[in-house]
């Protein structure tokens, strides 16, 4: 059973920065592709990035220059550095992890961003 959990969510100014952590449980090395989505209230959940197996990378336009993922397969977690953060981003963002050859996809609980002042 595959399990993701988000954490390093939170209330940070416009301007600030955020990372979020996405932990994986069971083996990272076989996941296809790994993302970030976000959902804004009232709104259809967006894909923010995601990062391939081969390391190569996808930014929604929104985010690009100012957000960034990656992953430590040792660590077996996933993270999204997000860098002037907007109050447009504020959002609950989910992980995904999508496996290969009809293995599925899965989701986290979700971590609740607010960008305020």
């Known amino acids: 059973q595959v399990q993701l959990v988000e954490s390093g969510g939170g209330l940070v100014q416009p301007g600030g920065s955020l990372r979020l952590s996405c932990a994986v449980s069971g083996s990272i090395f076989s996941i296809n592709i790994m993302g970030w989505h976000r959902q804004a209230p009232g709104k259809q959940r967006e894909l923010v990035a995601r990062i391939r197996s081969g390391g190569e990378t996808t930014y929604a336009d929104s985010v690009k220059g100012r957000f960034t993922i990656s992953r430590d397969n040792a660590k077996k977690t996933v993270y999204l550095q997000m860098n002037s953060l907007k109050a447009e981003d504020t959002a609950v963002y989910y992980c995904?992890?999508?496996?290969?050859?009809?293995?599925?996809?899965?989701w986290g609980q979700g971590i609740q961003v607010t960008v305020s002042s």
């Open positions: 995904n992890a999508v496996y290969p050859n009809g293995g599925g996809s899965y």
